[in-house]
């Protein structure tokens, strides 16, 4: 990684390896110009942002559509959280989820007290995806419908090309106390190069 052309660097993190040298985080190589970086408090920066957990419609009802404080989220809680493009898409479901769900020990181990998926869409269609993938019990899964928690860290994209209309990067981060202590964000949405569960195991 390394030896990759940088179009942009932002704050990142470095953790030492066993050689005795420095992993650098890969959220430092990306083109564009995300408002989120290490050492963001995500609370603070979403201030008016909540998110819907993934539900069935009936559970939605009889919650009265009740929604989920960032704050409930993050404080005081280690927090492993993957952003995608969208439920029932290629990458999502064939790589990005199960390479989580696969991992589940493994954060547990390093006691991770939530490993969260969110995604703009609604926490319905986020709830059938969940129970279709079968790691409900692994992941947590939660709706961003309008995209206003992607778009308070700099993260929607634009994937009308793909019919998917405002959407989001791809990207995971390590947050401790609602702040970012890694952050990695796929150059395209289709890559899935530094966003998934191996790559960030390695940083915490």
Not at 20 to 43: P, W
Not at 52 to 58: E, V
Not at 102 to 124: E, G, H, L, M, T
């Amino acid at each position: 990684m390394a030896s990759t052309i940088l179009r942009r660097t932002t704050c990142s993190a470095v953790k030492p390896m066993a050689s005795g040298g420095l992993r650098i985080a890969a959220a430092q190589f990306r083109a564009f110009a995300a408002k989120v970086e290490v050492g963001t408090d995500i609370v603070a920066a979403a201030p008016n942002v909540s998110l819907q957990k993934a539900r069935s419609w009936d559970e939605g009802v009889s919650s009265k559509f009740a929604t989920t404080p960032l704050t409930d989220i993050f404080r005081e809680k280690r927090v492993v959280i993957f952003g995608l493009p969208g439920a029932y898409t290629g990458v999502c479901s064939q790589q990005h989820v199960p390479s989580y769900k696969n991992s589940i020990d493994k954060f547990r181990a390093q006691k991770v007290d939530s490993v969260i998926c969110v995604a703009v869409n609604d926490p319905y269609v986020l709830n059938a995806w969940a129970e279709k993938l079968q790691v409900k019990d692994a992941i947590e899964f939660y709706g961003d419908f309008d995209g206003s928690f992607h778009k308070s860290l700099g993260l929607e994209k634009d994937l009308s090309a793909a019919l998917l209309g405002p959407r989001s990067h791809r990207w995971s981060a390590f947050v401790v106390d609602g702040k970012v202590k890694y952050l990695n964000i796929e150059e395209n949405p289709s890559d899935f190069k530094v966003s998934g569960a191996e790559h960030i195991l390695e940083q915490i």
